[in-house]
């Protein structure tokens, strides 16, 4: 088959392009980063370079593909982010129609069943709203976890400081996952093609508290190390100095608020479902080692 993936070269869309392709199937991946094509035609599959934002290449780069992979890139320094992903979802409405895309897996996010309150989360509502509002296209929005690889960003106060944290406590259950799990369900789901309608999937690899986690890295790396709840200034102000705009560290800081509120996860809990083969931590393993050999 023909499918067309968005998210360039990223955690989720390297994996998944790679798992279709050795399946047999006829990839493109579109970037906005024209360096990247060299490396998606090494992979075996087809470039289309250009912005999620242009509809016109949207549609050509969808047009004659048995299925669509969506999801919104990173946008850190966003000053209005519900707005820039839902304007992102119409172009992809807009553009999925016009080519006459009929099977989509949509990227959504853990949460997404609130228009408010569960910070970046929540623009996912409005992003899910948006697709299935188009009449004659199954889709299936994938409902990950908290991403395993946000984990990177602790290592430096876990081997520096010995502690790790977030603004909520070290006793709420964590729906985590491996980047690879998601691209593993979204390649089944491609695949196939046999879901129909309009759906949801939550992902998760592993649950593991706060304490849970510390609790490994301690393992790891021979010392105490403790989870710590940090004030919602001072992670507000951490994301700010690693790149965020103000506008999105607010939000980033409203997740954990969600967490410790019991909001984030409340859909999911009801869903629960563990379909993720990776492990925290093993992956946790394989990031140490990264660090040690560099």
Known sequence: MKITITGSL???????????INKGHQVTII????NKAAQIAAMGAVAAIGSVKDIAFLTSAFKGADAVYTMVPPLAASEDYYEDVAVIAANYR????????????????????????N?????????????????DIHIVHLRPGMFYTNFYGNLEMILQQQIMGNNFPGDIPLG???PHDIADTAAALLSELTF?????????????TGAEIAAIFSRLTGQSVSWIPFPDEALQQGAMQNGFSAHMASLLMQVGVSIREGRLFAGYANNKVITGKRKFEAFAGEMMNTVVNG
């Open 176 to 178: 985590l996952v491996h």
């Open 31 to 34: 970037s906005q980063d024209a």
């Open 196 to 208: 129909t309608g309009k759906s949801f999937r939550y992902v998760t690899s592993d649950e593991k």
């Open 94 to 117: 807009q553009a999925l129609a016009e080519a006459g895309v009929k099977h989509v897996v949509n990227l959504s996010g853990i949460g997404a069943e609130l228009p408010a309150g």
């Open 119 to 135: 910070g970046l989360s929540s623009a996912f509502y409005r992003a899910e709203d948006t697709l299935n509002q188009l009449p």
């Open 10 to 20: 990223g955690n989720v869309s390297r994996q998944l392009a790679a798992n279709l």
